[in-house]
């Protein structure tokens, strides 16, 4: 089996320019920006990526998870923190693990705005998917799902093995 072809045959590399389209969608669109506006959320993408993280695990977390998730040095969110600290949309807390480690939660307006963001790109989604079958969401979703999870194991192995 070649660099390009599936172990059924399928030529990936026909597939490749969707998955460059559908980055670039996701990239360059203004798809984040559009959906600030629209929710009138004044925040810069790391700040919003770091209230998405929160909002996404539902429990207050260490910088160093924040960092993680975002793929991120700590500092770098240590930084936006503090701007977010500043409007409220986060807030800090002693972790019971680790007396030395601090803990961060959304604010009441932090969630507020992360409930308006999702609820605004679920909305524009499910538009875009208005014209499917529920079995097409539905394979689709599975299918979207499961190969990011693999494509994640997968080019974390990778990157473990290049260390």
Known sequence: M????????????AVLPRLLQLGTLMN??????????????????????I???????GKPMRVGEIADRMQVAGPHVTRHLHVLE????????????????????????GTEIADRYVTTLLGWFGDAL??????????FYDLLLRFTDDLAAFLSAIGEEDE
């Open 28 to 49: 360059r669109s203004g798809l984040v920006e559009r959906a600030m506006k629209r929710i009138g959320a004044d925040l810069d993408r790391p700040g919003l990526s």
């Open 86 to 109: 500043r409007r409220r949309l986060v807030s800090g807390l002693p972790d019971p693990d680790d007396r030395r480690a601090r803990l961060v939660t959304l604010t009441p307006d």
């Open 2 to 13: 070649g660099d390009t072809d599936a172990a059924d045959g399928t030529d990936l590399r």
């Open 51 to 57: 209230i998405l993280s929160l909002h996404m695990t």
């Open 130 to 139: 208005g014209g499917w079958s529920p079995s097409d969401r539905r394979t």
